[in-house]
């Protein structure tokens, strides 16, 4: 797998002790990606009949999955990541399976139901043992390995890792992924983090960048493997962003998709400033690797539940608003007479709600199919337009892969000197134009409100505010 000088370094180093059969303790930045030259080198051994078995805190599990998933391995190796027991305990007892992945806990469940036979292995490998919490769990599972099979440890704190290192691993060579030279002059970039669960760390890359709207990107990875993922997550209408695996050039902005080693660091700092993802369990070697280093907070749950809980109001005060209630007021007049009305919108709320009646989203749904009929369209007006080098496409990107509207429903596009006006279903307008305003559009940030007028008639609203924001 490509990757940087030093991981290529260090892959010369490693690969061929691993393939020998010998013990190692790999201290490398904690991120699997790190690993892939010791598993490539792993797996060979494993195509003769033998069986490995790989533990990793239960959150990181799938990464190490993914990572097997993306070497080229042999087509008949078979690698099973245990999600849970069942379907593990029946591919353990039908035999064939190569390796498994597992975290401690379910790996000791499989060996109470006498699926998972420790002296059955030829090799195991403990990724980030200083991260797992149960050192019982782990004596259990190492007490019936046999004596001669490979131990390997890939830790990114060797120190805290020392004693379980003396204990299941000893007399195993220590090898490290080199640091490079830290460039002479000082860094100049700031140093930001964002925590990130391992699987959202590619989905993270687009929120990132229209958080801080840089002028220019590199992704800086140990390996080009997730390659595809990365690409796949940046916003449509992003300027170039540039994959890096080693020396990283000079931008505004650098995500260091995976932990890069000290000295790494201070070549991305000289480049750019900098944020590095922080999934769980990395926070220490983060710490350790950036002092100082100051968090950045992508919206999360609670915004999204602010931005449903505001469409779901609109929706009631638009039904308000067609004054169209004399039927239900008949029908709950005997309770507003019993309860208080507020306690009967309260109970009626909470019964539309988890009745699964349909939700208006705070962003609209891209799976919506075919285009809004025309008699049902609306136009939404924006402020910005011509003189600000706008053009169709840029809403189109804009509405179609960041608010998620579904390319059908969007209709005409006309451009104005100053404003824009963007045909819609009349049913989704309000919650476009919601979504719309804040929305940022050539690095300006967008106003909307639906137009009052009628779809196709051309002119602004009266009284319709004129150019982009204030500043």
Known sequence: MPGFEELEAFAREAAPTVARGNNVVAVTPPSPSYAAPLLAALAGRLTGGQAGLLLAPAAEVESWGALLHGLALDPGLEVLVARGEARATRRLR??????????????????????????????????????????????????????????????????????????YARKALTIAVPAPAAPEDAPAGTVRSVAVAWERRAGALGEIVELLDPSSTVVWAADQGYADAIARALPLGTPAVQLATGDAPAADLIIAFDLPTAGRLAQLRQAASVVLLVPPGTEQYAARLAPGQRPLRLPGALEVATREAAARRSTIA????????????????????????????????????????????????????????AAAAARVWVGIGKKDG?????????????????????????????????????????AIARALTGATVRKKRLVAHVDRGTAGGGKARPGAPRGGPRR
């Open 390 to 430: 706008v053009s169709p496409n840029d809403f189109v990107g804009l509405m179609t892969k960041e608010l998620r509207v579904a390319r059908e429903a969007i209709g005409r596009i006309e451009l104005r000197d100053s404003f824009s006006l963007i045909e819609v279903p009349g049913g989704e307008a309000e």
């Open 318 to 373: 638009d039904a308000i608003g067609t004054g169209e209630q004399a039927a239900a007021l008949l029908a709950l007049a005997p309770l507003f007479e019993r309860h208080d009305a507020t306690a009967v919108a309260a109970a009626l709320y909470t019964l539309w709600t988890a009745k699964g009646a349909p939700v208006p989203p705070a962003l609209p749904d891209a799976t919506s199919a075919g285009p809004a009929p």
């Open 94 to 167: 039908e035999g064939g399976l190569a390796l498994l992945i597992a975290s401690p806990e379910t790996a000791l469940a499989l060996l109470r139901r006498s699926a998972l036979k420790p002296e059955t292995l030829a090799a195991i490998v403990l990724a980030w043992p200083e991260r797992l919490e149960d050192g019982d769990t782990l004596a259990q599972l190492m007490h019936d390995l046999p004596r001669d099979a490979q131990r390997i440890v890939v830790t990114a704190l060797a120190d805290r890792a020392a004693d379980l290192v003396e204990r």
